[in-house]
């Protein structure tokens, strides 16, 4: 999967707990995203970066704060996980711009019981 | 109806059958992608056609993008099993920021 590596591949957490995901990259890309999948909605973009400790919200990053510290590294932050945020996550990253082609990571299945 | 919606939801076909699916959406694009997703993997990008383009190949798939229909059909030819998957269409906007936003998919079996 184009050199990213996504951590925990599957999670169980309780609610209220915090969550950490997290998203590494060896082709030096510059742009970076979380995306979740559910089923009925597609796939949804939560927050990306565009640069080292450049980041902005997507369409449903409310419950999600994101960290890009490294080029490589993108964490996603659920910080008090609710059962709504039971999902299939996704990082993909670009070279080439925010609504150009993306390499997707293989996905956490993240379930908040 | 969302931006980028794939039809049908799901498709059967026999294997060396052609496998056509369509994507519509509703705003200005500067280019429309196509992306594959097999069970339990991560989405895998097929192609890419640019506002100003009608119609791309690549081996065995064909994309043609009607911009004045807003639509766009991915077609799959000599379908094989190894074809099964979700198909996702994904439009790139400017809305303020440049972004991708995708479809909820198409789902194709082959069958043997």
């Known amino acids: 999967d184009a050199g990213i590596t996504q951590s925990p591949r599957h999670k169980v957490t309780e609610t209220g707990t915090p969550v950490t995901l997290r998203c590494h990259q060896t082709e030096n890309h510059r742009y970076m995203y979380w995306y979740r999948q559910d089923p009925g909605h597609g796939l949804r973009l939560i927050h990306y970066?565009?640069?080292?400790?450049?980041?902005d919200k997507g369409e449903v990053s409310d419950g999600y704060s994101v960290s890009r510290s490294k080029t490589e590294d993108f964490l996603l932050t659920l910080e008090s996980a609710t059962s709504s945020q039971t999902s299939v996550y996704f990082c993909?990253?670009?070279?080439?711009?925010?609504?150009?082609?993306?390499?997707f990571g293989s996905g956490t299945q993240l379930s908040v019981l | 109806s969302q931006q980028g919606e794939e039809d049908p939801q799901a498709l059967s076909i026999q294997e060396g059958e052609n496998a056509t699916m369509n994507c519509s959406y509703k705003t200005s694009i500067n280019n429309l992608q196509w992306y594959r997703q097999n069970s339990g993997r991560g989405l895998v990008h097929l192609i890419l056609i640019r506002s100003n383009e009608r119609e791309k190949h690549s081996g065995r798939l064909r994309v043609t993008l009607d911009t004045s229909k807003k639509s766009s059909s991915l077609l799959i030819t000599a379908s094989r099993a190894a074809d099964t998957a979700s198909y996702f269409c994904?439009?790139?906007?400017?809305?303020?920021?440049?972004?991708?936003?995708f479809g909820q998919g198409t789902r194709l079996t082959i069958n043997p």
């Open positions: 970066s565009y640069g080292v400790k450049d980041t």
């Open positions: 994904a439009t790139g906007i400017i809305q303020g920021a440049q972004k991708l936003v």
């Open positions: 993909a990253i670009s070279d080439s711009g925010s609504n150009e082609k993306l390499f």
